[in-house]
């Protein structure tokens, strides 16, 4: 079956920009992560969808992130006035749930110039 | 808040051997779970093995296997008859309930012909 799917699968954008990254998880999945890592670290997490909210966004470095899951499916994560220091791979992951294994998607690399 | 490490940066394996990767953890919770991914180089993030804190006997799966010592606070991966296509980056992971995973900073395991 489909597994977890990013787009794009590169972004390359001019420091200031806005950027959209899109996640659309494996069908009857619940739950939803965004996670971000950087080269050579393990991935950290930014935030937690339970269905259509966010059950968790702790992780969001500051005010010019955020995601939204509007439909409990598809999740989009939105960077404005994006900066050198947001280049990274983000990285989605969905599961079932309570303890279950999240799956993660190929990552969107993000190149801020 | 928990914590996960992983002492070894790298770590070198002779093909058909087995290879243990270390993993320690710190959590005040009861009821949590461990989980282990391989990332090779073309950067997906793989799920491998599950460990339930209330798991009497050590996951296995296939090559993999994971030695739990709660006690310890230990979940080592061990990979039984490595091949080629085991050289990857490996994180160690622990999760509570729906809480997002969090990750160690990972081993780089090279396997030798």
């Known amino acids: 079956g489909a597994g977890v799917s990013q787009t794009p699968s590169n972004k390359v954008t001019e420091k200031g920009k806005y950027v959209e990254l899109r996640c659309d998880p494996i069908s009857g999945h619940t739950a939803l992560y965004w996670y971000r890592q950087s080269l050579g670290q393990g991935p950290e997490f930014l935030i937690y969808f339970q269905g259509t909210g966010a059950a968790d966004d702790s992780g969001l470095p500051n005010d010019r992130f955020f995601a939204v899951r509007p439909e409990g499916s598809v999740s989009t994560l939105k960077i404005q006035r994006t900066e050198r220091g947001d280049s990274a791979v983000y990285l989605c992951?969905?599961?079932?749930?309570?303890?279950?294994?999240?799956?993660f998607g190929d990552g969107t690399r993000l190149s801020i110039l | 808040a928990q914590k996960i490490t992983q002492t070894q940066p790298g770590m070198f394996v002779q093909e058909k051997e087995a290879v243990t990767l270390d993993c320690t953890y710190d959590t005040s919770d009861q009821s949590y779970g461990l989980f282990w991914y391989k990332q090779p180089s073309s950067g997906e993030m793989i799920f491998l093995i599950y460990q339930g804190s209330y798991d009497e006997q050590n996951a296995t799966e296939g090559r993999y296997s994971l030695n739990f010592q709660k006690a310890r606070k230990s979940a080592n991966l061990v990979i039984s008859a490595s091949q080629l296509g085991d050289s990857a980056m490996y994180f160690c992971a622990i999760s509570s309930g729906n809480t997002p995973l969090v990750f160690g900073k990972g081993t780089r395991l090279s396997v030798i012909a």
């Open positions: 992951a969905s599961s079932l749930g309570n303890l279950q294994p999240q799956h």
